[in-house]
């Protein structure tokens, strides 16, 4: 059985997002996805949330290379290692969304609704902000 990943990648991106979403999230902070580097198979994994639908794809380090500038040029992204969160002590979330999605794979619990919220969550839970956008890091 392979170990599930401990260092992951949280992407945050602007965006369209449908009423009543846009009234609830901010500029910056309207969809988030995540990835990380598998070196048993030296891709890169990346899931997204997205119009209803979950998307999972390996990429190569090209294809990465594209979104980690992407996110350093028009978004955010930070780093966490899973270990560090606290641990889950039940189970339940229903994934419908971006967050909830990042909040399963990752294990995280609590009332966390939006991309800047689970931005923020994951600064207190000890991620390191890689990338973030003029005043998108005082959260």
Not at 8 to 35: A, E, I, N, Q
Request: charged share 20%; hydrophobic share 40%; glycine share 8%.
């Amino acid at each position: 059985m392979v170990e599930p990943p401990s260092r992951w990648f949280v992407g945050f991106v602007d965006g369209d997002v449908p009423r009543p979403w846009h009234w609830l999230t901010r500029p910056g902070f309207r969809h988030c996805f995540c990835f990380y580097y598998m070196p048993e198979r030296d891709c890169w994994w990346f899931f997204e949330w997205s119009s209803y639908r979950l998307h999972i794809e390996a990429l190569s380090g090209e294809q990465i290379d594209a979104i980690f500038y992407m996110l350093r040029t028009e978004g955010a992204c930070i780093e966490i290692n899973s270990q560090e969160l606290p641990p889950v002590t039940k189970h339940g979330t229903i994934p419908i969304y971006c967050v909830s999605w990042i909040k399963q794979l990752l294990g995280l619990r609590g009332f966390i609704l939006t991309p800047y919220q689970l931005f923020c969550a994951l600064k207190r839970y000890g991620g390191t902000v890689i990338y973030a956008q003029e005043g998108q890091n005082n959260g």
